[in-house]
Nanobody
Framework: QVQFVESGGELVQPGGSLRLSCEAS????????MNWYRQVPGKEREEVAFISSTDHSAKYADSVKGRFTISRDNAKNTVYLQMDSLKPEDTAVYYCMAGIPHPDLEFPVAAFDYWGQGTQVTVSS
């Protein structure tokens, strides 16, 4: 059974930092790209970052480039998102998902239908 368990979200002041974690299970973690997404109420889920399965190269949405860093530990089946210089507009529920690269898309497509519960990040003073 595929499972994603996100953690690390909390209330933080603007300019602060957080490190999100996502532990995955039920599939061959090292064989998949891993994505982080975020979603706010009333809006579609948006891609934030992904890290490849091969050379661990990463790509970021323009809105987080230079502030967020994605990494992975295949031995722990875990993907991380280090978030620095947080802004109020980063407030969202953050999700991870395994991804399959698509030649016509900037970010890998979701590999599975099941999503975890996400972790809430709130940036506010």
């Amino acid at each position: 059974q595929v499972q994603f368990v996100e953690s690390g979200g909390e209330l933080v002041q603007p300019g602060g930092s957080l490190r999100l974690s996502c532990e995955a299970s039920g599939f061959s973690f090292s064989a998949y790209a891993m994505n982080w997404y975020r979603q706010v109420p009333g809006k579609e889920r948006e891609e934030v970052a992904f890290i490849s399965s091969t050379d661990h190269s990463a790509k970021y949405a323009d809105s987080v480039k230079g502030r967020f860093t994605i990494s992975r530990d295949n031995a722990k089946n875990t993907v991380y998102l280090q978030m620095d210089s947080l802004k109020p507009e980063d407030t969202a529920v953050y999700y991870c998902m395994a991804g399959i690269p698509h030649p016509d898309l900037e970010f890998p497509v979701a590999a599975f239908d099941y999503w975890g519960q996400g972790t809430q990040v709130t940036v506010s003073s």
